[in-house]
């Protein structure tokens, strides 16, 4: 349980800000370059040729797990602190299926299950690895 000076460090808008800040800015990056109808000519060329798409969307999505972990863990409350990971690995999935969806309607892109797929196994291997090795 909470003490009451622990909720109202919690409650305070520049806690959360720290916590939540960054995982909000980074889903923004991700809809920014998804709005983008050839995002892959802002990408340096060996990534795509060394990587290629689904690595990419893996490794996208584990850095967005990650931050959104570290804002349930730390800045959600008790209740969440104790599912950050399975909340991290939900709301990156979730927020991956807007992306896809959001991707329909920009010229030149398409939406794919595989992506999803991609992007679902980044955040649960971000969230899970992080709080393994950082979140104790």
């Keep these: 349980m909470e003490t009451s000076?622990?909720?109202?460090?919690?409650?305070?808008?520049?806690?959360?800000?720290?916590y939540w800040g960054?995982?909000?800015?980074?889903?923004?990056?991700?809809f920014y370059f998804s709005s983008q109808p050839n995002p892959e000519e802002?990408?340096?060329?060996?990534?795509?040729?060394q990587f290629g798409d689904k690595l990419l969307h893996l490794i996208e999505y584990a850095i967005l797990a990650v931050l959104c972990y570290?804002?349930?863990?730390?800045?959600?409350?008790?209740a969440a602190?104790?599912?950050?990971?399975t909340l991290a690995i939900v709301a990156a999935s979730a927020y991956a299926v807007t992306d896809e969806v959001h991707q329909m309607f920009v010229p030149l892109r398409e939406a794919?299950?595989?992506?999803?797929?991609?992007?679902?196994?980044?955040?649960t291997i971000g969230s899970f690895g992080w709080s393994?090795?950082?979140?104790r």
């Design 132 to 135: 393994r090795f950082f979140g």
């Design 70 to 78: 570290r804002a349930f863990r730390w800045a959600a409350g008790s």
């Design 22 to 30: 960054p995982a909000l800015s980074y889903a923004a990056a991700i």
């Design 112 to 123: 794919s299950w595989l992506d999803w797929v991609a992007d679902t196994i980044g955040a």
């Design 81 to 85: 602190a104790r599912r950050s990971v």
């Design 5 to 18: 000076t622990e909720y109202v460090r919690q409650a305070s808008w520049p806690f959360q800000l720290w």
């Design 42 to 49: 802002q990408l340096p060329d060996f990534l795509m040729k």
